[in-house]
């Protein structure tokens, strides 16, 4: 069943978990491997903010045109540059999401809550085993510092590990790279859980 039939037959709190689990089989076969299936096991959440979507939606990711709420842009276009020059993307652009709850729980506003998310398509991502929030290591640098950071850092990114970055203690910041993405609500995740692995 195609997502747009599947979304507008149904209400937000009326979803059948086998079929949102097809269309997960379906669209988002990469991550669900690099996963292993274990979508209970191994969660990627993400604080929707200004949003009260309930259950399951699609959204697209602003990777062609997002600007930073907090980050100066001189320092953004530096680290992007980064990013770019090292691991293709312009990463900062991306879909900012953890393996904590709690930490995604801090960035949910305006009455929504952390939901599951899952890329659609071909993904990439980027961590640091040494970053839980790349605005709280560059907030006090001074723009013309940032480049040297970055490059005191290049070492630590990885590319690979998903799983290990979901789980690192006291929750990481993982950089995804993908045009689109479905969230899901915490108490769905059992439903499609006894359908896929």
């Not at 097809?22 to 200004?50: F, S, T």
């Not at 399951?56 to 062609?64: A, E, L």
């Not at 709850?101 to 305006?110: C, F, I, K, R, V």
């Amino acid at each position: 069943m195609r997502y747009r039939e599947l979304t507008e037959r149904m209400a937000p709190h009326e979803y059948d978990g086998e079929e949102i689990t097809e269309v997960l089989i379906r669209d988002c076969a990469p991550y669900l491997n690099e996963i292993n299936g274990q979508v209970q096991k191994h969660i990627l959440w993400r604080g929707l903010q200004g949003t009260t979507a309930k259950g399951f939606g699609k959204k697209y990711s602003r990777i062609h045109g997002r600007f930073p709420l907090n980050t100066k842009m001189s320092q953004q276009a530096t680290i992007n540059k980064f990013f770019v020059d090292n691991f293709e993307h312009p990463f900062r652009n991306g879909v900012f999401v953890s393996g904590d709850l709690m930490q995604a729980m801090e960035y949910s506003q305006g009455g929504s809550y952390p939901h599951a998310i899952f890329p659609i398509g071909n993904f990439e991502y980027l961590w640091h085993p040494r970053l839980d929030d790349m605005y709280n290591t560059i907030a006090n640098v001074a723009p013309a510092y940032t480049e040297k950071l970055m490059n005191d850092l290049k070492r630590g990114y990885r590319q690979d590990g998903l799983i290990e970055a979901i789980h690192h203690s006291g929750g990481l910041e993982i950089m995804i790279w993908c045009e689109e993405y479905y969230y899901m609500e915490k108490n769905m995740l059992g439903q499609i859980g006894k359908f896929i692995q």
